[in-house]
């Protein structure tokens, strides 16, 4: 099955959309006790940045979240690790994630931070498609809506490729049946 990356955001609207966001996180968060949690793999480019650009004392913590394996639609189940042993207890914590599709990964880990009482729980993710956009989720910081496609680039992969990309690009299959066609979206 063949594969073509059709643009989708140009590098230079995610470094500008990132530096607004940081502003918008500084703004919000200046003087408060500020945690990022990382959502490994597909936010660590993401953050990254974000991290450069954020001017608020924080502290960074990291966990792994995976539901795609190599297809381009969720298992539905999602491998959490990385919560155990975070002392969160008291703190303002802002969730990095790089997209919200259905929204199933982010809330199998807003769960499991509630239980470590933080002070108050944020969301910030790079993409959101139409589904997670209907959720009730917590205050988020949203950096671009973008149609229900499967996209890569900026961290993002598909089988493990295309992270190293500086844009993000819908990945379009020359088949009518892609890889994992059938599971569930994320």
Known sequence: ????????????????EVAALARRIDADYRGKRLSLLVV?????????????????PCTVDFVSAA????????SGIVALGGLDGLDLAGRDVLVIED?????????????????????????C?????????????????????IPDEF??????????????????GRLVFDSLEEPGAGELNR
């Open 1 to 16: 099955m063949a594969e073509r990356l059709e643009l989708l955001i140009p590098e230079e609207r995610i470094r500008a």
């Open 40 to 56: 490994l793999k597909g936010a660590l480019i993401f953050a990254a940045d974000l991290l450069r650009r954020i001017q608020t």
């Open 67 to 74: 539901s795609y394996g190599s297809g381009t639609r969720s």
């Open 99 to 123: 997209i919200l599709d259905t929204g199933r990964t982010v809330a199998v880990i807003l769960d499991g931070l509630r239980r470590h009482e933080p002070a108050s729980l944020a969301l």
């Open 125 to 145: 993710a790079l993409l959101r498609k139409p589904a997670a956009a209907a959720l009730d989720l917590p205050p988020a910081y949203i950096g671009f809506d």
């Open 151 to 168: 996209v890569v680039g900026y961290g993002m992969d598909h089988a493990e490729r295309y992270r190293n990309l500086p844009g993000i």
